[in-house]
């Protein structure tokens, strides 16, 4: 295929993109609770904030009152291909264009795996297109970092089916892609794309097991994946230490493993996407449906044609696996719906840790694209005078998913967020920690009882994006328990919950009393967070707290009495019930067994150097030094230069205890398992780079 019509599908490739790449804001998938405003936009422009400033964060201080960054895979803080986007431009437009990259990447795979298996520019270049547009892309848009390692999926196998057909260099590209994948920060489609490359493997070699070369690709592919995971450990080892402490640690039970399946009424959607309604104007059904993303896996319906067409006559044997493969996928989404599922969930290892069976059409998406291309070839060399009608296909694909997927991609005026920002945001004089209650829970309930138009429905979600979301500063508290938990360890999730409906036995903290105001019990827990400032619709009050702003159904509170950043406690207690106790006072809560608190006055503490991953303190004891930032046993404190205790204050912050005199205290994070794992990527790379150069002198010598 030329170069001309290389351009032009790679422009194709961009459509879904192009609202965003033309200043739009992604409000995807329900605005206020959204995955990517909530969580995915803070990592991001955290990361690029500190990249900017030539500096890899290991530590985030202000979500949830400081959370492990690198560690937590999701925030993708080591996939260095969105690294300069971040970095230099602004969260909108970086936005667009990490979304763009990652639809490229996908589609560009997707077509070097076609022209791997023996298929035509033509078909391989409808391959790449219907997959890099394919519904499941388009729908989690939200989830960056699992759109980013779905992109790779191609990559891998095109590597893998290299590698079977004698290309020796492949095998090591295969372990850098692995790496890549994991950094993305999405396990599972890394886990589901481990599962098909083995599958594959063995489809493969299996059948011709007594020739030697079989037995040594087999060994080659071993070793790829090994090299690969040695490259990844670098994120995949901290990961595994901080899960061990997080409410994941045990992986889940069968049926949180098979809950949000692929309702199977909704395969109509295959065909004709728009018959079940929009979830943005209120027309998407309700009830006990699998949510609404989940279930968008429209691929086109040329795409669906030509999968047809390339089952006919003789079929190669990649097709025959990609249409089982595809098939098999298919079936998997439905979980516990069919037997199959819980057949796998049984037999192959690792089924437990995830949830979300949908999430296998994305290999399906990729074997109908597959079919799809080679279909359009067959199609071409039984009609050759159709070729110059080809770009015809590509143009009305492209058309087909781009407005199809309206109903899954919602976006605002950048104006109309950007500009009204400081009418919300004129009270907070200082970055500090935010909360923000009811928003969602507001904006949700008005959704149902009335649905409005798309306009209307997106409106409180633009007031929402007044709040400075760039100084990385909100702490969603209501947030965390729907399933984000596992971003903190249990002690700071525990706390951060605030309703603690996900903790067994813990007593309920109301939030909103009936007269619609912010309770004391739960306000008295921000301030012991130290919380500044808090965001209510405008009809709650807030208690202890004074107005600062207000404006298009939001009004701003500042917190009278917040816990500064550092102190010496003069005072602090051991109950035996904890819980009552951070309820009923703000006195520092420390573990029984502690020294008898003096009962004097608390005294101030300088914060002398702050960044991601240190403090330095200056303070004067005696007492006890509390730190408003969340335990992590991976930090680690000097007092004057030698090591010190650190202890848990309020079940979830940092204390130091002081003896009598000026001290100087510093605070250093790093994760556990780094180390390990940087030895281990070291070793790694220096596996491929040797591998490497070992092949490429093979292909020399005559």
């Known amino acids: ?25 992604l409000l995807q998938h329900d605005g206020g609770v959204s995955d990517w405003l909530h969580s995915g936009l803070g990592y991001r422009v955290f990361l690029g904030r500190e990249l900017a400033r030539g500096h890899l964060p290991m530590w985030m201080p202000d979500l949830l009152s400081g959370v492990p960054f690198l560690p937590q895979i999701e925030a993708g803080a080591l996939y260095f291909p969105d690294w300069p986007i971040w970095a230099l431009f602004d969260a909108t437009t970086a936005t667009a264009i990490s979304i763009a990259a990652a639809i490229l990447v996908s589609a560009f795979g997707a077509r070097g795996l076609a022209r791997c298996y023996g298929m035509a520019g033509i078909g391989a270049t409808f391959t790449g297109l219907v997959f890099g547009m394919a519904g499941f892309h388009l729908a989690h848009l939200k989830h960056h970092h699992m759109h980013a390692a779905a992109a790779w999926i191609p990559w891998a196998l095109w590597c893998l089916e290299s590698g079977l057909k004698g290309n020796v260099r492949a095998w090591p590209a295969l372990s850098i892609v692995i790496s890549i994948q994991a950094f993305a920060g999405h396990p599972q489609i890394s886990y589901y794309t481990a599962l098909i490359l083995v599958v594959r493997t063995l489809v493969v070699l299996v059948p011709r097991w007594r020739d030697a070369s079989a037995r040594w690709q087999l060994v080659a592919a071993a070793a790829s994946a090994i090299l690969g995971g040695m490259l990844a450990a670098l994120v995949l080892l901290p990961t595994w230490q901080f899960n061990a402490t997080s409410m994941r640690a045990t992986g889940m039970d069968w049926k949180a493993a098979s809950d949000f399946p692929f309702w199977l009424g909704d395969t109509v959607s295959l065909l004709a996407p728009r018959l079940l309604g929009s979830y943005y104007n209120g027309t998407w059904p309700a009830g006990n449906r699998a949510l609404f993303w989940e279930d968008w896996l429209y691929l086109g319906l040329l795409p669906l044609l030509g999968a047809i067409l390339a089952l006919r006559g003789e079929i190669p044997s990649w097709a025959k696996f990609w249409f089982w493969t595809s098939l098999s996928c298919g079936l998997l989404t439905a979980g516990a719906s069919l037997p199959l599922y819980g057949i796998a969930w049984t037999l192959i290892p690792g089924m437990h840790l995830f949830r979300f069976p949908q999430r296998f059409f994305v290999i399906a998406a990729l074997g109908i ?10 199609l071409m060399e039984r009609r050759p005078s159709l070729k110059r009608w080809v770009f015809l296909v590509f143009i009305v694909h492209a058309v087909d998913v781009t407005v199809a997927s309206r109903a899954v991609i919602a976006t605002g005026p950048r104006a109309a967020w950007d500009a009204p920002r400081s009418s919300l945001s004129r009270g907070i004089r200082a970055p500090g920690r935010i909360s923000v209650i009811g928003g969602a829970e507001a904006w949700s309930n008005r959704r149902r009882q009335i649905p409005p138009t798309l306009p209307i429905d997106m409106r409180n979600m633009e007031s929402l994006g007044r709040i400075p979301i760039e100084n990385g500063a909100i702490a969603f508290g209501w ?3 729907n399933g984000y938990t596992n971003m903190v360890r249990n002690s700071t999730g525990r706390y951060w919950t605030l309703l603690r409906f996900m903790i067994p036995n813990a007593p309920h903290v109301p939030v909103i009393d009936r007269r619609s105001h912010v309770s004391e019990e739960y306000t008295r827990l921000l301030e012991r967070a ?47 019930d904890e819980d009552g106790a951070l309820l ?5 809560v420390v573990p029984r067994g502690s020294p008898r608190s003096p009962d004097v006055a608390d005294r101030p503490a300088s914060v002398v150097e702050i960044n991601t991953d240190r403090l330095e303190i200056a303070a004067e004891g005696p007492g006890l030094l509390v730190v408003n930032d969340s335990y992590d046993p991976d930090w680690r404190v000097s007092v004057d230069g030698v090591s010190a ?19 100087v205290i510093v605070m250093r994070y790093w994760p556990a398992g780094l ?18 150069l070992a092949t490429r002198r093979k292909a020399a010598r005559p």
């Open 1 to 25: 295929m030329s170069r001309r019509a290389s351009a032009l599908w790679t422009l194709l490739a961009l459509a879904p993109a192009s609202p965003l790449l033309f200043g739009d804001v």
């Open 369 to 378: 694209a597959l079919l799809a291309g080679r279909g359009l070839s067959l």
């Open 479 to 481: 947030r965390t328990p």
């Open 530 to 576: 130290g919380t500044t400032h808090v965001f209510v619709p405008d009809d709650s009050t807030v208690p202890n707290a004074d107005l600062v702003a207000s404006d298009d159904g939001w009004s701003v509170f500042a917190l009278r009495h917040p816990r500064p950043r550092a102190f010496v406690a003069g005072r602090w207690t051991s109950p035996i």
């Open 584 to 588: 009923s006072d703000t006195i520092p």
């Open 645 to 663: 205790p650190m202890i848990t204050v309020d079940t979830w912050q940092r204390g130091v205890w002081l003896a009598p005199g000026a001290h």
């Open 675 to 692: 180390s390990a794992g940087m030895i281990l990527a070291l070793l790694g790379a220096a596996g491929c780079a040797l591998w490497t």
